[in-house]
């Protein structure tokens, strides 16, 4: 089949990588435009980008699929849109472009966490069992029947990076059997059914942890907002970024948002029992220990807010 493929993070480059390595013909890449990155702001393609350029496809770079895009993907008469994790929606008439439509990589178990963040939804929300499905793009927000999908244990440490690392390889898998049943004519798409949940982007208030909550609930929104946009409090006014903390054992309690050192731990309190602060990053600084920031802070205890 002639394929178009949409996707810009790293989370898309595994599945790029599976289908280049099919017998199916990819007429074209598309992509977000360049971004500023790093304190220079330098324009930085697209790990989709650089990836497909790399390999000698033709790169769409664009933020909307507008008239313009659309007219260019029907003059390739692809046979089939594939998107994972593009940044963008697809609207008709481009839905219709491709003779088999679009299919969609979603790393969740729709109808749970439809948007744009469901990996980082479902740690924040300490759900048991998160995983990826390969749905029909339809014009309802990732509402279209489900080709294929898998679950697996979620794991009671992981962070949304390390989840979505996993999820995009096995996902991977999961879209390449897909596509050979599509092209088969033996593909079978059922409806979704249950409970819909919405995973919305993440923005910087999601990453503000409130220490006045139970330790579970906070250690599950670090992990769920680790590595973007990155858990944060502020210590005496100053930003301090939580990069790394761990659950407690047998620690006693503490006010919450207190900070102390005992014995070699840097504790944290909350509504519960403490955390354990093991990595951060304070204003202007490069990532550290606790423990080396700790001392210099120079105090018995801080107070995060």
Same mark, same amino acid.
């Given at each position: 089949?002639?394929?178009?493929?949409?996707?810009?993070?790293?989370?898309?480059?595994?599945?790029? %990588?599976?289908?280049? $390595? %099919?017998?199916?013909?990819?007429?074209?890449?598309? %992509?977000?435009?360049?971004?500023?990155? /790093?304190?220079?702001?330098?324009?930085?393609?697209?790990?989709? +980008?650089?990836? @497909?350029?790399?390999?000698?496809?033709?790169?769409?770079?664009?933020?909307?699929?507008?008239? *313009?895009?659309? *007219?260019?993907?029907?003059?390739?008469?692809?046979?089939? $849109?594939?998107?994972?994790?593009?940044?963008?929606?697809?609207?008709?008439?481009?839905?219709?472009?491709?003779?088999?439509?679009?299919?969609?990589?979603?790393?969740?178990?729709?109808?749970?966490?439809?948007?744009?963040?469901?990996?980082?939804?479902?740690?924040?929300?300490?759900? *048991?069992?998160?995983?990826?499905?390969?749905?029909?793009?339809?014009?309802?927000?990732?509402?279209?029947?489900?080709?294929?999908?898998?679950?697996? @244990?979620?794991?009671?440490?992981?962070?949304? $990076?390390?989840?979505?690392? *996993?999820?995009?390889?096995?996902?991977?898998?999961?879209?390449?059997?897909?596509?050979?049943?599509?092209?088969? $004519?033996?593909?079978?798409?059922?409806?979704?059914?249950?409970?819909? =949940?919405?995973?919305?982007?993440?923005?910087?208030?999601?990453?503000?942890?409130?220490?006045?909550?139970?330790?579970?609930?906070?250690?599950?929104?670090?992990? /769920?907002?680790?590595?973007?946009?990155?858990?944060?409090?502020?210590?005496?006014? +100053?930003?301090?970024?939580?990069?790394?903390?761990?659950?407690?054992?047998?620690?006693?309690?503490?006010?919450?948002?207190?900070?102390?050192?005992?014995?070699?731990?840097?504790?944290?309190?909350?509504?519960?029992?403490?955390?354990?602060?093991?990595?951060?990053?304070?204003?202007?600084?490069?990532?550290? =220990?606790?423990?080396?920031?700790?001392?210099?802070?120079?105090?018995?205890?801080?107070?995060?807010?």
């Amino acid at each position: 089949m002639k394929l178009v493929f949409a996707g810009t993070p790293e989370v898309a480059l595994p599945s790029l %990588t599976a289908l280049a $390595g %099919t017998d199916h013909e990819i007429v074209s890449v598309i %992509t977000r435009a360049d971004a500023p990155l /790093g304190r220079k702001r330098t324009l930085t393609p697209s790990p989709v +980008a650089h990836a @497909a350029a790399e390999r000698g496809y033709p790169v769409l770079k664009t933020n909307r699929l507008d008239g *313009e895009a659309t *007219e260019i993907i029907r003059a390739l008469q692809p046979d089939l $849109g594939v998107i994972v994790a593009y940044g963008g929606i697809v609207r008709e008439p481009l839905l219709s472009v491709p003779r088999l439509g679009w299919i969609n990589l979603h790393f969740s178990l729709l109808p749970r966490w439809r948007g744009a963040s469901p990996v980082q939804r479902a740690v924040i929300a300490g759900d *048991e069992f998160t995983g990826a499905a390969v749905f029909q793009l339809v014009p309802e927000l990732d509402a279209g029947a489900v080709f294929g999908s898998f679950s697996q @244990a979620l794991g009671a440490h992981s962070t949304s $990076g390390i989840l979505l690392s *996993e999820l995009s390889h096995s996902g991977a898998e999961l879209l390449l059997r897909v596509v050979a049943e599509l092209d088969a $004519g033996t593909a079978l798409a059922v409806p979704q059914t249950g409970d819909v =949940t919405l995973a919305p982007k993440l923005t910087r208030d999601d990453a503000r942890i409130d220490f006045d909550q139970p330790a579970a609930s906070i250690y599950s929104r670090i992990r /769920g907002v680790t590595p973007e946009p990155g858990a944060f409090t502020t210590v005496n006014d +100053a930003v301090l970024k939580l990069l790394e903390v761990a659950p407690s054992v047998d620690e006693p309690t503490l006010p919450a948002g207190m900070i102390l050192q005992r014995e070699k731990s840097v504790l944290v309190g909350t509504q519960t029992e403490p955390l354990v602060l093991l990595r951060v990053q304070p204003a202007g600084k490069t990532a550290m =220990t606790a423990n080396d920031w700790w001392r210099g802070v120079a105090a018995e205890s801080v107070t995060a807010s």
